[in-house]
């Protein structure tokens, strides 16, 4: 029985070598290393959520509610936080590969956003705008995922 050799389509590109060095385009290549943008990723990302759930849990008045409801509450703002935590550990394998700075930021920032909305929810005041918060960095890493070269290279097929 013989082998058969996957499609063309399928087969990496091998890039001349001269092409290596130069950039390419806008989305060209970030010379620096993935570990320091991963770093930067969960620095970033722990930094953001620990300063707006201290300023939360100071600055607010706890709610006056039931604490059967405060507890529901609680469990749901830890599944959007399951939630956020998928969506940063998928950042955070994307981050393991060549990446552009500009477009590497776009993701931190967007999950930053995501925790961000999950501390001030702990809180349980403004659940509406912290809902709404929550949501858009997660839209956000929607649209800078389009904007990835990595994530959204499909080539048309010629007929």
């Known amino acids: 029985m013989g082998r058969l050799s996957p499609p063309v389509d399928l087969l990496p590109l091998e890039p001349a ?5 130069e950039p390419r385009g806008p989305a060209a290549v970030a010379a620096e290393p993935a570990p320091s943008l991963r770093l930067a990723l969960m620095v970033s990302v722990a930094l953001t959520a620990a300063v707006v759930l201290v300023l939360t849990l100071s600055l607010v008045p706890a709610p006056l509610i039931a604490p059967e409801l405060s507890r529901l509450l609680h ?4 599944i959007k936080g399951l939630i956020g935590l998928a969506g940063g550990a ?9 990446i552009a700075r500009p477009l590497a930021t776009r993701y931190i920032a967007s999950l930053c956003l995501s925790a961000a909305a999950v501390a001030w929810l702990w809180g349980l005041q403004f659940i509406l705008l912290g809902g709404a918060l929550f949501y858009a960095g997660l839209i956000g890493l929607f649209l800078v995922a389009r ?3 990595l994530l959204s290279d499909v080539r048309r097929r010629q007929p």
């Open 17 to 21: 070598a001269e092409a290596l060095d």
């Open 75 to 78: 469990g749901m703002v830890l």
């Open 147 to 149: 904007q990835d070269p």
């Open 90 to 98: 998928l950042v955070f394998w994307r981050l393991g590969r060549p």
